[in-house]
């Protein structure tokens, strides 16, 4: 090679990066001995940002453009400002290009059961999972606290880090946030957007932001989601008996149309049942033989409601006591306590009577003898 290509080589440089892996955050440019020439062009393009390192110090963050890197006030020593080094700088930069787009449908996840205390069920057990999108929103930090000098930076190597302060977030704000677990899935975009907030805290720290975070699912343990399919089931249920009594028609049904289940032991037991349950559902529609009858069969008549005993409130001297049974009552009157004239009360009568105006209690005076004859 000549003189004149090694020049040409040392005066034309052209550093920008083209990444097809989808995965990868932060690349270096990898130059020998890391010289950057002087009058270098630098093409950031939409997407990327370009943060230099000179001599193991953070020096400047190019966004998307072109650059000369030929300015005085640049960080950057070329090999033409050393002739007696033999186009060899002593002054090292490394450039680093770093995508801040997005990172999309990224999962995340609850390892262990996350304890709440519920206001339906009381304490209990929840699973959740969902996506997120995260992207570098501070280059300059972001190289500092996480890449350091790794060359090749990619999103799974910082992704177990993310989802762990996800979850550990979401465990809080979800067991303080007082929500039952049925309503829970009613408020997902909300809680999503809520745990989305309390994380960006942390993770401006690290120089990343989270645009995006879903809540796709939060499940129960298996046995309360058996509980709540069974309780669902009675509700669509309704009428219990009603649902017992189909489910016994079908399963009548399907029992006759079966030609195996025991010959014609199955059949039979098929139709017999079927009538009897047409019977039970129709009220009693057909005879005792089978055949249809016009009139219904007669239903048992209900028992009597039993009967409630009647006391009594006894008025005397503006004061009232009781109440006293009939049997008291009767004791009462025997003694004396209770007279024809004495004033009593009970539910349902219209004020207060005298006892002997009362059909119940004045039987209890005819059994009393007369007064003694005067003398």
Excluded: C
């Excluded at 002054?91 to 801040?100: A, R």
């Excluded at 907030?197 to 942390?202: D, G, K, Q, V």
């Excluded at 010959?263 to 019977?279: F, K, R, W, Y």
């Amino acid at each position: 090679m000549g003189i004149f290509d090694f020049l040409t080589g040392e005066f034309i440089d052209v550093i920008h990066w083209v990444d097809d892996t989808r995965d990868t955050m932060v690349w270096r440019f990898e130059r020998e001995d890391h010289e950057i020439k002087y009058g270098a062009k630098l093409t950031v393009r939409e997407g990327q940002a370009a943060v230099f390192i000179h001599e193991g110090q953070l020096a400047d963050v190019f966004t998307p453009g072109l650059y000369m890197l030929e300015t005085n006030n640049m960080p950057i020593m070329t090999t033409l400002q050393h002739w007696d080094h033999g186009f060899k700088s002593p002054f090292k930069s490394e450039i680093y290009f770093v995508n801040t787009t997005r990172f999309s449908n990224l999962k995340w996840g609850t390892k262990n059961p996350i304890m709440l205390r519920d206001p339906e069920f009381g304490p209990t057990r929840i699973r959740a999972f969902g996506t997120y999108a995260a992207r570098v929103s501070d280059p300059a930090r972001f190289l500092t606290e996480i890449v350091g000098t790794d060359g090749e930076f990619t999103m799974d190597e910082i992704s177990f880090q993310v989802r762990n302060i996800i979850v550990q977030e979401f465990s809080r704000v979800i067991a303080g946030a007082g929500i039952p677990v049925l309503d829970m899935a009613a408020n997902t975009a909300d809680l999503g957007k809520l745990i989305a907030s309390e994380i960006s805290t942390t993770m401006d720290e690290y120089g990343i932001s989270l645009p995006e975070l879903y809540i796709e699912n939060i499940s129960l343990p298996p046995a309360v989601e058996e509980a709540l399919d069974k309780r669902t089931s009675m509700g669509l249920a309704g009428d219990l008996g009603r649902f017992t009594q189909y489910s016994a028609a079908e399963a009548m049904t399907a029992a006759a149309k079966n030609p195996n289940g025991g010959g014609g032991m199955g059949a039979g037991l098929g139709a017999g049942m079927g009538m009897a349950m047409g019977q039970m559902m129709s009220g009693g529609m057909a005879g005792p033989w089978g055949a249809a009858s016009a009139q219904p069969t007669a239903m048992a008549p209900p028992p009597p409601p039993p009967v409630v005993e009647k006391v009594w409130h006894i008025a005397e001297n503006g004061v009232t006591t009781g109440p006293f049974s009939k049997a008291a009552m009767g004791r009462k009157a025997s003694s004396g306590e209770v007279k024809r004239e004495t004033m009593v009360w009970t539910a349902g009568q219209d004020g207060w009577k005298a006892a002997d105006d009362v059909a119940e209690l004045a039987q209890l005076f005819t059994v009393l003898p007369p007064p003694p004859p005067a003398f």
